[in-house]
């Protein structure tokens, strides 16, 4: 079983940045995607970006590429959002998510195991 926190939310202008962190703690070892995700009031939640940890090969979403960067430190078990470029339709729930062997569709929901509580972003 693997827990996940979030943090680096907050409140930002149109155009600006934010980083969101993720830190993994239990049974890391079995890792073999994570994610990050966000859910809109009203909205399903979506895929954002994901990466594979062992190659580092990272999705994604059509509405986020060239702006936002996934990456991660094995070493602190930590995963990270870089986001610039920040506009009003960011504005969501982000949740950091982890799935184990067999991931085929790294931004689809159910190919994930642990999730996050969240960390909101909100983006006037």
């Known amino acids: 079983h693997v827990q996940l926190v979030e943090s680096g939310g907050g409140s930002v202008q149109a155009g600006g940045s934010l980083r969101l962190s993720c830190a993994a703690s239990?049974?890391?070892?079995?890792?073999?995607?994570m994610g990050w995700f966000r859910q809109a009031p009203g909205k399903r939640r979506e895929g954002v970006a994901s990466?594979?940890?062992?190659?580092?090969?990272?999705t994604y979403a059509d509405s986020v590429t060239g702006r936002f960067t996934i990456s991660q430190d094995n070493a602190k078990n930590a995963l990270y959002l870089q986001m610039n470029s920040l506009k009003p339709e960011d504005t969501a729930m982000y949740y950091c998510?982890?799935?184990?062997?067999?991931?085929?569709?790294?931004?689809?929901?159910?190919?994930?195991?642990?999730w996050g509580q969240g960390t909101q972003v909100t983006v006037s």
């Open positions: 998510a982890a799935g184990f062997s067999g991931v085929r569709y790294p931004l689809r929901t159910y190919e994930y195991n642990s």
């Open positions: 239990g049974d890391t070892s079995s890792l073999y995607c």
């Open positions: 990466i594979y940890l062992g190659g580092g090969s990272a």
